[in-house]
């Protein structure tokens, strides 16, 4: 695929030519998730070959925020971002190249009471996983927090958070990954997983079979059409978050800030990444009505932070195939990435309420905007988990736009349940039988 065609740069990873005949793993999906899989399989001398429809990093993993937070996550959720903030702060030493991360802190601003409320709440959750979040002093503001017009009530702050440069980060994993024993294969969807004997067997791509002994699923926001080709309601939605990155913005504060209304990123080469805080476009789809049972609880939640609408997407998913044979192509072939359009509406909100609290920002200058589609499950954690009713299949999607900052965590926590080792943190959390009972043993 021709880079410049997709709506934000990517850096180019080129994948290997030929298939394998055989591994012990085969990942589906070549984000952040599956390759960090893959690294810390092909670490432990397990044989992986990862193939990606499209390009590493081409969908989500290279279009959110680039935060690595532990700060606000569920608190069923933190030790996994506690864990791979950690794993962050040692990447770059780890694979011998740049990832962007820096250990920046993370702020969280409060301009109400009841934003202050909840998140000196969250101090306290935090301060009992042994996190350093805390509020700071007016003092503290004053000197982390210039440009801002006075009006904060209180700041959580997180110095022990991160940001990275998740368009670079991705493909500098794959390559490591590859240079540990790793096949990674682009342009090349898995169309099927086959059995024998009621075990995962092999994988069917579009350029022919590779026996395996486990199938990692690392599919995004393609997962719960993959899964259900193979017999397995994955509960899923998708959801759009539009992004834009901005320059001629000086003074400001080197760490990520988040707001009720807007959230901003300085990224290393000075330009900063915006977006609307707690408000994302929810396209409705059929899906939407398949699995209203599910969500339900979440939409009355979460109503105010998505924009729902009814487009082309609701009758293009109406008539896409759910069902097919290995022998068939598939949408994975005909649509190598996802890259929805950009919502110019979107950054001119965010730069009007950034503007409000950051006179600053009021000189930005637009250098390019774009949208990346979040997959998420009715709780908003993660499934990283075995398919107990599937030998041999496991599962790491739903991660409910935490994929990137929770990612090396999340890919070791695979590879611990793909090889059997003990994991860090407590996988039940992530069990897939949380929400679909009859997939567990």
Not at 86 to 93: E, G, I, K, V, Y
Not at 272 to 284: E, G, K, M
């Amino acid at each position: 695929m021709n880079m410049s065609k997709l709506s934000i740069p990517v850096a180019p990873f080129q994948g290997d030519d030929g298939l394998p005949d055989a591994v012990d793993v085969v990942i589906i999906g070549g984000g952040i998730i599956g390759v960090t899989a893959a690294l810390e399989l092909a670490e432990r001398g397990v044989s992986v070959c990862l193939c990606e429809k499209g390009v590493i990093a081409g969908e989500q993993s290279s279009r959110n925020w680039g935060w690595t937070r532990q700060m606000g996550r569920d608190e069923r959720e933190l030790p996994l971002c506690m864990h791979s903030v950690d794993l962050w702060s040692r990447m770059n030493a780890r694979i011998n190249r740049e990832t962007g991360w820096r250990r920046s802190g993370i702020s969280y601003l409060s301009y109400t009471k009841r934003e202050l409320k909840n998140w000196m709440k969250w101090a306290e959750i935090g301060q009992r996983h042994g996190l350093d979040a805390r509020m700071l002093t007016r003092t503290e503001i004053a000197e982390r927090m210039p440009g801002n017009t006075g009006t904060l009530l209180g700041v959580l702050h997180t110095g022990s958070d991160g940001r990275a440069e998740p368009w670079i980060a991705v493909p500098a994993m794959a390559e490591a990954a590859r240079e540990l024993g790793a096949r990674i294969v682009t342009q090349c969807a898995v169309r099927s997983v086959e059995t024998s004997a009621g075990r995962v067997s092999a994988v069917v791509t579009e350029r022919g079979e590779i026996r395996c002994q486990a199938v990692v699923l690392a599919g995004g926001i393609w997962s719960r059409l993959f899964a259900g080709n193979f017999g397995i309601d994955f509960p899923q939605l998708k959801v759009i978050g539009p992004v834009a990155r901005v320059d001629g913005v000086e003074g400001l504060t080197d760490m990520p800030v988040g707001a009720e209304d807007f959230a901003f990123r300085k990224r290393l080469d000075g330009s900063f990444t915006i977006a609307v805080r707690n408000l994302n476009l929810a396209p409705l789809t059929p899906d939407h009505l398949r699995l209203l049972r599910d969500f339900a609880p979440t939409y009355l939640q979460t109503w105010r932070e998505l924009s729902l609408r009814l487009d082309n997407a609701f009758f293009r998913e109406l008539a896409q195939k759910r069902r097919w044979q290995p022998t068939e192509e598939t949408v994975f072939e005909h649509c190598r990435t996802m890259d929805p359009p950009s919502v110019p509406g979107f950054t001119r909100k965010a730069l009007r309420n950034l503007s409000r609290q950051f006179p600053a920002f009021a000189k930005a200058r637009v250098l390019n905007e774009w949208s990346g589609v979040m997959d998420a499950t009715p709780d908003a954690i993660p499934v990283i988990s075995p398919v107990e009713s599937r030998p041999g299949f496991f599962m790491a999607s739903g991660f409910s736009g935490h994929g990137f900052g929770i990612g090396p965590g999340a890919g070791e926590l695979v590879a611990d349940l793909v090889t059997g080792d003990t994991p860090k943190v407590d996988p039940s959390v992530f069990s897939i039988s949380r929400l679909r009972k009859r997939y567990s043993a």
